[in-house]
T-cell receptor, first 115, second 111 residues
Framework: EAGVTQFPSHSVIEKGQTVTLRCDPI?????LYWYRRVMGKEIKFLLH????????ESGMPNNRFLAERTGGTYSTLKVQPAELEDSGVYFC?????????????FGPGTRLTVT | EDQVTQSPEALRLQEGESSSLNCSYT??????LFWYRQDPGKGPEFLFT???AGEEKEKERLKATLTKKESFLHITAPKPEDSATYLC????????????FGGGTRVLVKP
C-alpha cells in the first residue's frame, strides 16, 4: 500500500511569490491533515479535511494560506504571498474515516524556504 | 490549551544501554496518545497509540506506557538503528482529530 506522498520535496521561493504544495493521502483515507514545523519549534496543526470539507481550520495562521481538497482526493496548500516566516517543513497526514483508529500517517514533508 | 512536554531533549546511549523517554501532557479529555519516530529528512513514522492509563504497547525494543499525566517510551538494549527523534503527540476529545506534538527527544545510539 502506497503511503502519503507530497510534492515538491523542497521549494525555494522569494518573498512575495506564490507556492503550491500538494499532498496525496493513502488511498481510501477520508481524513487529511496539514501540519508544519518552523525552525526550532514543534510540529503544529494547520487544518483537517474530511473528504472535501474543511472540518477544522483553527491552525491556519492567516488568510495568505489557502487549502483545498477538490473531490476528496489530493489536497493543495497555497501560500500567497509568501513571507519569510512561512519557511519550514510542511507535513501532510491522513487517517481512515469512520473507525475508532485515530493514528495519522505522515508524508515525507515539503521543505519550504522563503528568501 | 493542550500541552505536551518531552524530556530529555537529547539522549546519547551506548549500544545495549537501556533508557526511557518521558512525555508529560496536559489535555482536556485524552482521546489518544501517540508515539512517532522521525528520521532526518523524513516524516514522522507511527509507532504506538495508547488510549487509557495503565495501557502498554510493545514493538521490538520499544515499549510505551501511559499514566494519567505522562507516557514513557522505554528503549531496551538499543541498537544504532534506533537512533532517531521520538515524538509524542496527544489528541483531545474536545479538539477534534488534530494532534498536539511535543518537541521531541533526539536519541543517538553509539556502537
Amino acid at each position: 500500500e502506497a503511503g502519503v506522498t507530497q510534492f515538491p520535496s523542497h521549494s525555494v521561493i522569494e518573498k512575495g511569490q506564490t507556492v503550491t504544495l500538494r499532498c496525496d493521502p493513502i488511498s481510501g483515507h477520508d481524513n487529511l491533515y496539514w501540519y508544519r514545523r518552523v525552525m526550532g519549534k514543534e510540529i503544529k496543526f494547520l487544518l483537517h479535511f474530511v473528504k472535501e470539507s474543511k472540518q477544522d481550520e483553527s491552525g491556519m495562521p492567516n488568510n495568505r494560506f489557502l487549502a483545498e481538497r477538490t473531490g476528496g482526493t489530493y489536497s493543495t496548500l497555497k501560500v500567497q504571498p509568501a513571507e519569510l516566516e512561512d519557511s519550514g517543513v510542511y507535513f501532510c497526514a491522513s487517517s481512515p474515516g469512520l473507525t475508532n483508529r485515530y493514528e495519522q500517517y505522515f508524508g515525507p514533508g515539503t521543505r519550504l524556504t522563503v528568501t | 490549551e493542550d500541552q505536551v512536554t518531552q524530556s530529555p531533549e537529547a539522549l546519547r546511549l551506548q549500544e545495549g544501554e537501556s533508557s526511557s523517554l518521558n512525555c508529560s501532557y496536559t489535555v482536556s479529555g485524552l482521546r489518544g496518545l501517540f508515539w512517532y519516530r522521525q528520521d532526518p529528512g523524513k516524516g514522522p513514522e507511527f509507532l504506538f497509540t495508547l488510549y487509557s492509563a495503565g495501557e502498554e504497547k510493545e514493538k521490538e525494543r520499544l515499549k510505551a506506557t501511559l499514566t494519567k499525566k505522562e507516557s514513557f517510551l522505554h528503549i531496551t538494549a538499543p541498537k544504532p538503528e534506533d537512533s532517531a527523534t521520538y515524538l509524542c503527540a496527544v489528541q483531545a476529545g474536545a479538539a477534534g482529530n488534530k494532534l498536539t506534538f511535543g518537541g521531541g527527544t533526539r536519541v543517538l545510539v553509539k556502537p
